[in-house]
């Protein structure tokens, strides 16, 4: 049996990479890879542990295959590296740091993912924002809005989702994180 893409996303500042982060020893035990993305931003830039790319280099690698899923997003290119198409058929589970927007393609290229949304109050995903300083307070009214209209259509267009709140008790979302890949299958 082959492995399962497990596939976590939620608005910028939700707390995604923290919860990788916090969660990255208990998922190995399980057998679980967390795939560490590509991204267009430099990789000195404060937050996710990312390889930083140049545009024309993301595109070249982009052009070779390179990656199993790549999207837009934010004036950014993200980009997951295809070995995860070898780790998923030697049946290890694997869990990406994607794209609420990108959900759709990615269940097309593997329909039997699970797909976990990270949610954070407004208020305090607005505080997370301004205070990781990574953008300028426009910036972060547009990832902000951005958010609202994707929490407008998700009970339509994200059939399967699993939410966890990591509005206040991160300990709690970390185990929650756990419990939920734990209860849909159990990790090779």
Known sequence: MGGRLIYLMGPSGSGKDSLLNAAHERL????????????????EAVGE???????????????EGAFALSWRANGLAYG?????????????DVLVNGSRAYLAQA???????LALLLTVDLAVLRQRLLARGRE??????????R??????VAA?????????????????????????????????
């Open 28 to 43: 190995a035990v399980r057998g679980c890879r967390i795939v560490q993305r590509v991204i267009t931003r430099s990789a």
């Open 49 to 63: 542990a990312a390889v930083g790319v140049s545009a024309d280099e993301f595109a070249r690698m982009e052009g």
């Open 80 to 92: 997951i590296p295809r070995q995860i198409d070898e780790w998923l058929a030697a049946g290890q």
């Open 107 to 113: 269940r097309q290229r593997y329909p039997d993912l």
């Open 136 to 145: 300028t307070p426009e910036q972060i009214e547009q990832r902000l809005a």
């Open 147 to 152: 958010n609202a209209r994707f929490d407008s």
């Open 156 to 188: 339509a267009a994200t059939k399967g989702l699993h939410v966890l709140d990591n509005s206040s008790d991160f300990e709690r979302t970390v185990d929650d994180l756990l419990a939920l890949i734990g209860a849909s299958r159990t990790c090779v």
